[in-house]
């Protein structure tokens, strides 16, 4: 079982940010990420995750999923595949990243 207090702390700082819908734009750019990009059909989640940030416009998208969001593998592929579909990429890091740790 986690901290409670932290999770409380995290659930805070979440207040306010608000919930992206998602729309029949990201649905077409997520499916774009697998047919054509380096996501596997298995983490659709993760490709829908990222079409969704796109298509809103956000600056960031902040994960801890390293393995299909944050990787720098993927990074510059799925940026290419967003800009093709007319929208700019969000930047995908981990928290520490951002918080230049």
């Known amino acids: 079982m986690g901290d409670r207090r932290v999770a409380r702390r995290r659930l805070r700082a979440l207040e306010g940010i608000p919930i992206l819908r ?3 734009e990201a649905v077409t ?3 774009r990420l697998i047919r054509q990009g380096p ?3 298995k983490a659709e989640v993760d490709a829908l995750h990222i079409a969704t940030a796109a298509v809103h416009g956000m600056d960031y998208l902040i994960t801890w999923n ?3 969001i944050a990787n720098a593998m993927m990074r510059s592929r799925l940026e290419a595949l ?3 579909a007319g ?3 969000p930047i995908m890091c981990t928290p520490e990243e951002l918080a230049g740790e």
Do not use: A, D, F
């Open 22 to 24: 998602v729309t029949p």
């Open 29 to 31: 750019l997520g499916r």
């Open 39 to 41: 996501i596997p059909e």
């Open 66 to 68: 390293c393995g299909h």
């Open 82 to 84: 967003c800009r093709q």
């Open 87 to 89: 929208y700019e990429p």
